[in-house]
């Protein structure tokens, strides 16, 4: 944890804020990390093993951030070269 994140936890709590958790954000949400996309990402691993992160993000039309997402986080797959 940094000193800076602590100063501003300092500063929020000290003009009154009562929880440390993060305001809810308006705009839209996150639609690539869906149980759709997540689905699709697990059948072209199951059908192409050798398959890369930016092979799959080009198929699928997906960022190659989200498809690593997915990867790491949904599936547990440890993630394949991003070339």
């Known amino acids: 944890m940094s000193m800076t994140q602590v100063y501003q936890w300092f500063s929020w ?5 009562t929880s440390l958790q993060d305001e809810p954000r308006s ?6 990390n869906n149980d759709w996309n ?3 990402v697990d059948e072209l691993i199951k059908v192409y093993r ?5 092979e799959i993000s080009l198929k699928l039309d997906i960022p190659k951030t989200h498809v690593y997402e997915i990867f790491h986080d949904k599936l547990g797959v440890v993630a394949r070269s991003i070339m």
């Not at 705009?27 to 690539?32: D, E, F, I, L, S």
């Not at 050798?50 to 930016?54: A, F, I, P, S």
């Open 38 to 40: 997540t689905a699709r």
């Open 50 to 54: 050798r398959v890369k992160l930016k």
């Open 27 to 32: 705009g839209r949400p996150n639609t690539a």
């Open 13 to 17: 709590l000290k003009n009154g804020r």
